[in-house]
T-cell receptor, first 113, second 117 residues
Framework: AQSVSQHNHHVILSEAASLELGCNYS??????LFWYVQYPGQHLQLLLK??????LVKGIKGFEAEFIKSKFSFNLRKPSVQWSDTAEYFC???????????FGTGTSLTVIP | EPEVTQTPSHQVTQMGQEVILRCVPI?????FYWYRQILGQKVEFLVS????????KSEIFDDQFSVERPDGSNFTLKIRSTKLEDSAMYFC???????????????FGPGTRLLVL
């Protein structure tokens, strides 16, 4: 089965700082990759996704992620975080067989104004 | 924008009781899923459902669990005899299809927090 690792469990940043959250997965075949965000008290929302093509994908709210196949990674980045980015961030991998998602343990981001 | 909805938002039950968690997937979606998240742990896949039958299930989804699409809009998860360890947040999700592309994106509901006492 797939495993997904998010190495940063808790991240605290000041506003305007740059963000990079790591995500690594275990399978070497074709996979679909996702980042979801969960704001306090809200449900999981899709930030961005990668299926194929340009390995640098842009999502909502200024987030982007880069798929590096050789490193089995799909790190999430944002050049300048805002207080409103405080949330839990989940990396998810889908495939290669079936359509279930495998989630990482999540990274809690706190942005200090 | 269409959303997945879930009811109730919170449910408290006694051990051994049956619970039914309800979900209304996005209307033109074809695939439906249940996931759970035990407090402090990762989101775990339970089951996927397509064309009125289970298409995949995890080891967690044992005989105590069942899913049903009783009508054209609802998708339910039933736990027959709840255990303490069933306490978790249960998320429903739906996706438009399984076409090897963007149609696979899953859209999640807000979750039902189940507490088994």
């Amino acid at each position: 089965a797939q495993s997904v690792s998010q190495h940063n469990h808790h991240v605290i940043l000041s506003e305007a700082a740059s963000l990079e959250l790591g995500c690594n997965y275990s399978y070497g075949g074709t996979v679909n990759l996702f980042w979801y965000v969960q704001y306090p008290g809200q449900h999981l929302q899709l930030l961005l996704k990668y299926f194929s093509g340009d390995p640098l994908v842009k999502g909502i709210k200024g987030f982007e992620a880069e798929f590096i196949k050789s490193k089995f990674s799909f790190n999430l980045r944002k050049p300048s975080v805002q207080w409103s980015d405080t949330a839990e961030y989940f990396c998810a991998v889908q495939g290669p067989t079936g359509n279930q998602f495998y989630f990482g343990t999540g990274t809690s981001l706190t942005v200090i104004p | 924008e269409p959303e997945v909805t879930q009811t109730p938002s919170h449910q408290v039950t006694q051990m051994g009781q049956e619970v039914i968690l309800r979900c209304v997937p996005i209307s033109n979606h074809l695939y439906f899923y249940w996931y759970r998240q035990i407090l402090g742990q990762k989101v775990e896949f339970l089951v996927s459902f397509y064309n009125n039958e289970i298409s995949e299930k995890s080891e967690i989804f044992d005989d105590q669990f069942s899913v049903e699409r009783p009508d054209g809009s609802n998708f339910t998860l039933k736990i027959r005899s709840t255990k303490l360890e069933d306490s978790a947040m249960y998320f429903c999700a739906s996706s438009p299809g399984l076409a090897g592309g963007p149609e696979e994106t899953q859209y999640f509901g807000p979750g039902t927090r189940l507490l088994v006492l």
